[in-house]
C-alpha cells in the first residue's frame, strides 16, 4: 500500500514568507508526527497529533510553527514569517495503533529559505 | 528529559568484518527503534525492541536491547557494501495510555563499508 506522502518535496522561498507543508499518513494509522532535520541539530521532535488532537506540542521552536490535523487523516504544518533558521528537511511520520508498531516516515519536505 | 547517545557517529569498515553500534539512553525507556537512513532518502524502520533482553535479527544485522544498562546494540556482520548508509537509534516514552509519542534519536552513525 501508498506510504506517507509529503508535499511538496521540494521548497524554496524568501525570508519573511510563510509556508504550508502537508502530509497524508498511511490510511488507518491514528498517529501522526512532524520532525525536521538539519545538519546542526540532527533529528527533532516538533509535534504529534493522536487523531485531530495535539498531545504533545513541545517540539514547536517558536510561536510562528503550527499544525493541524483534520479528519484524523491529513495534517498542514505551517511556518510564519521564515526564517533562515528554519531551513531543514520537514519529515512527517505516521504509526498504526497499537503500542508495539514502528513510526513509518515520509521522504520530507526540504525546505529552503533564502 | 529522555537523552539518546550513539556511538561511533562515524564508521568505517572493510567488507567481510564485524562491527557494533551503540546506542545510550538516559532515562527509561522500554521502546527502542533503529532506522536506516540513505542519503538524500528519508528513514527505514530496521528494528522495533520492546522488552529487556528483546533480540531481532535481520539478514547480517542484529539488534538487542538491555533496559537496566540503557543500552542498545546494533551488531553488523560480516558487512557489504549494500550496508553502507546512516544509522539512527530512537527511544520514546509512554505519552499516556498504552500510546508512545515522540521519537528522541540518536545523533546517527554513518557507516560506510569499502573493499
Known amino acids: 500500500g501508498a506510504g506517507v506522502s509529503q508535499s511538496p518535496s521540494n521548497k524554496v522561498t524568501e525570508k519573511g514568507k510563510d509556508v504550508e507543508l502537508r502530509c497524508d499518513p498511511i490510511?488507518?494509522?491514528?498517529?501522526l508526527y512532524w520532525y525536521r532535520q538539519s545538519l546542526g541539530q540532527g533529528l527533532e521532535f516538533l509535534i504529534y497529533?493522536?487523531?485531530?488532537?495535539?498531545?504533545?506540542k513541545s517540539g514547536l521552536p517558536s510561536d510562528r510553527f503550527s499544525a493541524e490535523r483534520t479528519g484524523g487523516s491529513v495534517s498542514t504544518l505551517t511556518i510564519q514569517r521564515t526564517q533562515q533558521e528554519d531551513s531543514a528537511v520537514y519529515l512527517c511520520?505516521?504509526?498504526?495503533?497499537?503500542?508495539?508498531?514502528?513510526?513509518?516516515f515520509g521522504d520530507g519536505t526540504r525546505l529552503s529559505i533564502l | 528529559e529522555l537523552k539518546v547517545e550513539q556511538n561511533p557517529l562515524f564508521l568505517s569498515m572493510q567488507e567481510g568484518k564485524n562491527y557494533t553500534i551503540y546506542c545510550n539512553y538516559s532515562t527509561t525507556s522500554d521502546r527502542l527503534y533503529w532506522y536506516r537512513q540513505d542519503p538524500g532518502k528519508s528513514l527505514e524502520s530496521l528494528f522495533v525492541?520492546?522488552?529487556?533482553?528483546a533480540v531481532k535479527q535481520e539478514g547480517r544485522l542484529m539488534a538487542s536491547l538491555d533496559t537496566k544498562a540503557r543500552l542498545s546494540t546494533l551488531h553488523i556482520t560480516a558487512a557489504v557494501h549494500d550496508l553502507s548508509a546512516t544509522y539512527f537509534c530512537?527511544?520514546?516514552?509512554?505519552?499516556?495510555?498504552?500510546?508512545?509519542?515522540?521519537?528522541?534519536f540518536g545523533q546517527g552513525t554513518i557507516l560506510t563499508v569499502h573493499p
Open positions: 511520520a505516521s504509526s498504526a495503533p497499537g503500542s508495539n508498531q514502528p513510526q513509518h
Open positions: 530512537a527511544a520514546t516514552q509512554r505519552a499516556g495510555g498504552t500510546s508512545y509519542g515522540k521519537l528522541t
Open positions: 497529533f493522536q487523531g485531530n488532537s495535539a498531545p504533545d
Open positions: 525492541l520492546l522488552s529487556n533482553g
Open positions: 490510511s488507518g494509522h491514528t498517529a
